[in-house]
Protein backbone atom coordinates (compact mmCIF):
# COMPACT_ATOMS: atom_id res chain seq x y z
CA UNK A 1 0.00 0.00 0.00
CA UNK A 2 0.73 2.99 -0.62
CA UNK A 3 0.25 6.77 1.18
CA UNK A 4 0.66 10.69 0.69
CA UNK A 5 0.34 12.15 4.60
CA UNK A 6 -0.40 11.14 7.97
CA UNK A 7 -1.33 14.27 9.37
CA UNK A 8 -1.86 14.54 13.12
CA UNK A 9 -4.28 16.69 15.28
CA UNK A 10 -7.17 16.95 13.20
CA UNK A 11 -10.62 18.08 13.55
CA UNK A 12 -11.67 17.91 9.80
CA UNK A 13 -11.79 14.32 9.33
CA UNK A 14 -14.16 12.72 12.51
CA UNK A 15 -14.82 13.20 16.01
CA UNK A 16 -12.20 14.69 18.46
CA UNK A 17 -8.53 15.27 17.47
CA UNK A 18 -7.77 12.44 15.49
CA UNK A 19 -4.66 11.20 13.17
CA UNK A 20 -5.31 10.91 9.62
CA UNK A 21 -3.74 8.32 7.04
CA UNK A 22 -4.15 9.31 3.35
CA UNK A 23 -3.48 6.41 1.69
CA UNK A 24 -2.77 6.21 -2.36
CA UNK A 25 -5.75 4.24 -5.30
CA UNK A 26 -9.02 5.44 -6.01
CA UNK A 27 -11.17 3.79 -8.86
CA UNK A 28 -14.09 6.22 -8.18
CA UNK A 29 -12.34 9.48 -9.39
CA UNK A 30 -15.61 11.60 -8.63
CA UNK A 31 -15.89 14.64 -10.55
CA UNK A 32 -14.23 17.87 -8.46
CA UNK A 33 -12.83 15.30 -5.63
CA UNK A 34 -10.98 17.44 -2.66
CA UNK A 35 -7.89 15.20 -3.44
CA UNK A 36 -7.35 13.65 -6.78
CA UNK A 37 -3.72 13.74 -6.15
CA UNK A 38 -4.38 10.46 -4.48
CA UNK A 39 -6.45 8.34 -7.16
CA UNK A 40 -3.12 6.90 -8.85
CA UNK A 41 -2.64 4.02 -6.59
CA UNK A 42 1.33 3.83 -7.81
CA UNK A 43 1.35 7.83 -6.21
CA UNK A 44 2.87 8.79 -2.96
CA UNK A 45 5.53 6.27 -1.25
CA UNK A 46 5.21 3.10 0.14
CA UNK A 47 3.76 2.47 3.47
CA UNK A 48 6.67 1.12 5.69
CA UNK A 49 7.51 0.49 8.69
CA UNK A 50 8.66 3.61 9.72
CA UNK A 51 5.56 5.20 8.43
CA UNK A 52 3.85 2.62 10.78
CA UNK A 53 5.83 3.44 13.63
CA UNK A 54 5.02 7.21 12.99
CA UNK A 55 1.46 6.27 13.00
CA UNK A 56 1.00 4.37 16.19
CA UNK A 57 3.48 7.18 18.00
CA UNK A 58 1.38 10.35 17.09
CA UNK A 59 -2.24 7.54 17.78
CA UNK A 60 -0.60 7.18 21.12
CA UNK A 61 -0.81 10.62 22.77
CA UNK A 62 -3.88 11.11 25.39
CA UNK A 63 -5.23 13.94 23.60
CA UNK A 64 -5.84 11.62 20.14
CA UNK A 65 -9.33 10.35 19.75
CA UNK A 66 -8.41 8.05 17.20
CA UNK A 67 -7.42 7.28 13.65
CA UNK A 68 -9.46 8.04 10.32
CA UNK A 69 -8.30 6.20 6.66
CA UNK A 70 -8.61 8.55 3.96
CA UNK A 71 -7.41 9.27 0.53
CA UNK A 72 -7.54 7.88 -2.09
CA UNK A 73 -10.28 5.19 -0.55
CA UNK A 74 -8.67 3.09 2.02
CA UNK A 75 -11.09 0.31 0.73
CA UNK A 76 -9.90 0.32 -2.74
CA UNK A 77 -9.01 -3.58 -3.55
CA UNK A 78 -5.25 -2.97 -3.78
CA UNK A 79 -5.77 -1.38 -0.10
CA UNK A 80 -7.75 -3.59 2.16
CA UNK A 81 -5.67 -5.88 3.08
CA UNK A 82 -3.07 -3.31 4.76
CA UNK A 83 -6.13 -1.26 5.99
CA UNK A 84 -7.24 -3.74 7.95
CA UNK A 85 -4.39 -4.82 9.30
CA UNK A 86 -4.08 -1.56 10.90
CA UNK A 87 -7.36 -1.41 11.95
CA UNK A 88 -6.97 -4.19 13.83
CA UNK A 89 -3.57 -3.27 15.40
CA UNK A 90 -5.24 0.18 16.47
CA UNK A 91 -8.10 -1.67 18.14
CA UNK A 92 -5.55 -4.31 19.99
CA UNK A 93 -3.15 -1.49 21.12
CA UNK A 94 -5.80 1.62 21.80
CA UNK A 95 -9.26 0.02 22.15
CA UNK A 96 -10.36 3.37 23.92
CA UNK A 97 -9.93 5.33 20.25
CA UNK A 98 -12.21 5.51 17.36
CA UNK A 99 -11.54 4.38 13.97
CA UNK A 100 -13.31 6.16 10.95
CA UNK A 101 -13.09 5.32 7.35
CA UNK A 102 -13.75 7.31 4.49
CA UNK A 103 -14.72 5.12 1.47
CA UNK A 104 -16.45 6.02 -1.70
CA UNK A 105 -17.93 2.16 -1.75
CA UNK A 106 -21.15 1.60 -0.22
CA UNK A 107 -22.13 0.11 3.25
CA UNK A 108 -23.97 -2.91 0.99
CA UNK A 109 -20.83 -3.66 -0.56
CA UNK A 110 -18.99 -4.76 2.86
CA UNK A 111 -21.84 -5.28 5.85
CA UNK A 112 -20.63 -9.43 5.36
CA UNK A 113 -17.34 -8.92 5.49
CA UNK A 114 -15.59 -9.70 9.41
CA UNK A 115 -12.92 -7.51 9.25
CA UNK A 116 -15.78 -4.51 9.40
CA UNK A 117 -16.17 -5.38 13.45
CA UNK A 118 -12.71 -3.04 13.86
CA UNK A 119 -14.63 -0.21 12.23
CA UNK A 120 -16.85 2.56 14.30
CA UNK A 121 -17.90 4.88 12.10
CA UNK A 122 -18.01 4.75 8.65
CA UNK A 123 -18.31 7.22 6.08
CA UNK A 124 -19.30 5.86 2.73
CA UNK A 125 -20.77 7.26 -0.89
CA UNK A 126 -19.04 8.17 -3.75
CA UNK A 127 -18.74 12.12 -3.94
CA UNK A 128 -21.09 14.02 -6.33
CA UNK A 129 -20.64 17.44 -7.41
CA UNK A 130 -24.35 17.69 -7.80
CA UNK A 131 -25.33 17.10 -4.30
CA UNK A 132 -22.74 19.00 -2.68
CA UNK A 133 -23.52 21.19 0.46
CA UNK A 134 -20.80 22.81 2.25
CA UNK A 135 -23.02 23.00 5.15
CA UNK A 136 -23.17 19.11 6.20
CA UNK A 137 -20.88 17.88 8.62
CA UNK A 138 -18.19 15.32 7.72
CA UNK A 139 -19.07 15.06 4.29
CA UNK A 140 -18.82 16.73 1.29
CA UNK A 141 -22.38 15.55 -0.73
CA UNK A 142 -25.83 14.65 0.17
CA UNK A 143 -25.93 11.28 -0.35
CA UNK A 144 -23.12 10.43 1.87
CA UNK A 145 -24.14 8.59 5.24
CA UNK A 146 -21.96 8.39 8.52
CA UNK A 147 -22.70 4.81 9.45
CA UNK A 148 -22.18 3.99 13.52
CA UNK A 149 -20.99 0.53 12.42
CA UNK A 150 -20.79 -1.44 15.98
CA UNK A 151 -24.90 -0.53 16.27
CA UNK A 152 -25.17 -1.37 12.74
CA UNK A 153 -24.14 -4.72 13.26
CA UNK A 154 -25.58 -5.00 16.03
CA UNK A 155 -28.93 -4.45 14.66
CA UNK A 156 -28.94 -5.74 11.29
CA UNK A 157 -29.84 -2.15 10.19
CA UNK A 158 -28.44 1.05 9.30
CA UNK A 159 -27.50 3.20 12.32
CA UNK A 160 -26.41 6.85 11.59
CA UNK A 161 -23.55 8.06 13.54
CA UNK A 162 -24.75 11.18 12.56
CA UNK A 163 -27.67 12.56 10.75
CA UNK A 164 -26.77 15.68 8.35
CA UNK A 165 -30.64 16.14 8.00
CA UNK A 166 -31.15 16.25 11.68
CA UNK A 167 -28.22 18.93 12.76
CA UNK A 168 -29.62 18.80 16.00
CA UNK A 169 -28.90 15.76 17.51
CA UNK A 170 -25.77 15.18 19.99
CA UNK A 171 -23.12 13.33 18.72
Known sequence: MNYHNITKDDMLNGDGLRVVLWVAGCNHQCEDCQNPITWDITGGIPFDEAAENELFEALAKPHISGITFSGGDPLHPFNRGET??????????????????????????????PKMKYIDVLVDGRFVKALKDNNLCWVGSSNQRIIDVQKTLQKGEIVLHYDNSNPTQQV
Open 84 to 113: FRLMRKVKEQYPDKTVWVYTGFRWEDFEQH
